[in-house]
């Protein structure tokens, strides 16, 4: 049974830093892309940032230089470093897990809330 479950910190005010993680089970992490995507309340769901088996990382525009995704194989875990957090990173945040030659795995979410 595969399982996603994000962490991390829900409230943040304007401007500070929160890091994401998610802990996967019930695949092979190694050879995985991992991702974290984010739906807004009466939004969209839209692509945070993703990281490749390899390593190779990918950014949306909006959180483009102030974000930093990574892996940890050792520990099946992927994390999302934010930083300068703005009122409209507030989202709920999903992690999503692709082992290669398979479907997309989903996490539960966990909500983000930036505000003062």
């Known amino acids: 049974q595969v399982q996603l479950v994000e962490s991390g910190v829900g409230l943040v005010q304007p401007g500070g830093s929160l890091r994401l993680s998610c802990v996967a089970s019930?695949?092979?992490?190694?050879?995985?892309?991992m991702g974290w995507y984010r739906q807004a309340l009466g939004k969209e769901r839209e692509l945070v940032a993703i990281i490749s088996s390899s390593a190779e990382t990918d950014y949306s525009d909006s959180v483009k230089g102030r974000s930093t995704i990574s892996r940890d194989n050792a520990k099946n875990t992927v994390y999302l470093q934010m930083n300068s957090l703005k009122p409209e990173d507030t989202a709920v945040y999903y992690c999503t897990a692709s082992p290669w030659g398979s479907r997309t795995y989903w996490g539960q979410g966990t909500q983000v809330t930036v505000s003062s």
């Open positions: 019930g695949i092979r992490f190694s050879i995985s892309d």
